[in-house]
């Protein structure tokens, strides 16, 4: 397994971590199997928390741990609201050890976080102090967040100086962090990349995107991998693995990994973004349409089949979608064309959307 400094604490993480909100539900003992497994390979990130698999993420990741904190990094995470005070989060921190049979946790995150609520945080006898006594105790060594503020929000979270790490979504076709990410490297902040293959939908076939990495990616999924990675700044790429094929992939992937350009494949992702602004820039002055068809939602599943070559994931998501916001439910009304400030042929693409992605 290949390792990274998490930002400046002196750790050394594995450049794949698990995200345990993905173990299966209702096989506890595979879930065992994979976490063992993933130990078994040199993963040594677990980011869990007690809500995820309907609470019952953590017991699942339990099972493979083992009482084997010892030289993991194992991270709980919990979110705060106006009423959470020092003493309840501290309860918190108290139980989510106790499910996962742990005496310290490498990291505790404040989950769900934002700008707005860092006051919540800081204030006197809030969350914050919790946390401070927990790590003079021992029970916790470091603080991070994760969530899905604004980048520019995040950047102004981080240069606090509260937090040794967050955890934030970043993947090919989701790059609106990179700019934080990059400020977190200049600050000594570690990022782990949760999303990598973006919530499953790059486990679908992309030869476009395969063929950004060098010498080609045998499937999608890796060349996802390869991206993050790919960025110096990012610590870790936090994948949720449910399967034990799943992990081994996943752990060839990153062994494998040689490193790439990631400045050259961020410039070649502009190039597909702008193919996709061409098309449709989802603006929605297009709406409501008077037969209630999804215009944006239709063209952006029709971006990512035309731009990125993820043709049997927008399939999926179109055949999914309510019939009468399909695109083939459009009646040619025209209402939409004089709205749409590219002039687009609406109209027509719609046609082209229905034809392309419909498959009944």
Known sequence: MRYRPLGKTGLQVSALAMGCMRLPEHD????????DAAIAAGVNYFETTRGYINGKCQHLTAGGLKGRSRGLIVSGKAGISAETTADSYREEIDLQMQILGVDYLEFFQVGW????????ITKKGGALEAL???????LIRHIGFTGHDKPENYRKLIETGLFDSFTIPYNMLNRAYAPVIARAGELGVGVIAMCPVAGGMLSAPAPQLQALI??????????ALQFVLANPHVSCACSGMNTLEMLAENVETVNAFQGADHAQMDAILDEFAALGQQFCTAC???MDCPSGVDIPG???????????GLLDWAAGQYAAMDPTKRAAACTQCGACEPKCPNTLPVIDQLAEVAAALGRE
């Open 284 to 286: 929605g002055y297009c």
């Open 298 to 308: 239709n063209f952006r599943l029709y971006n990512y089949a035309k731009v990125y």
């Open 214 to 223: 060098p010498g080609g990616a045998q499937t999608t999924a890796a060349a």
């Open 132 to 138: 401070d006594k927990a790590r003079a105790e021992g």
């Open 113 to 120: 976080f934002s700008l707005d609520r860092l006051e919540m």
């Open 28 to 35: 506890p003992e595979l879930a065992a199997r994979v976490v």
